[in-house]
């Protein structure tokens, strides 16, 4: 089993910058990619972003790319979320995933294993 915990959400004023982590438990050995996926209200999930291991290969949703960057622990299963230039749009409860696949997929049934999801609330 693999277990994954979110961390940093919160509220921040639009044009701001907010950076989420998930650390990875449990049979991490079988992970080989994690990533974001969010989601607000009456909306369906929407890949945010990804990266893969042992390249570091990383896949972005075009509405935050150029504005997000995920990172990796080199060895540890726990990716990072930089999300800069934050609006209001991107409200929404942020769920980590992972896979055990490298090659990134951006379709929710292709992750088998989600965190509890953590709050990002962005004000104008």
């Known amino acids: 089993q693999v277990q994954l915990v979110e961390s940093g959400g919160g509220l921040v004023q639009a044009g701001g910058s907010l950076r989420l982590a998930c650390v990875a438990s449990g049979r991490t050995f079988g992970i080989y990619s994690m990533g974001w996926f969010r989601q607000a209200p009456g909306k369906e999930r929407e890949f945010v972003a990804a990266?893969?291991?042992?390249?570091?290969?990383?896949r972005y949703g075009g509405s935050v790319e150029g504005r997000f960057a995920i990172s990796r622990d080199n060895i540890k299963r726990t990716v990072y979320l930089q999300m800069n230039s934050l609006k209001p749009e991107d409200t929404a409860v942020y769920y980590c995933t992972s896979s055990g696949r490298s090659l990134i997929s951006i379709t929710t049934v292709d992750y088998p294993y989600w965190g509890q999801g953590t709050q990002v609330t962005v004000s104008s």
């Open positions: 990266i893969s291991w042992p390249n570091g290969r990383t």
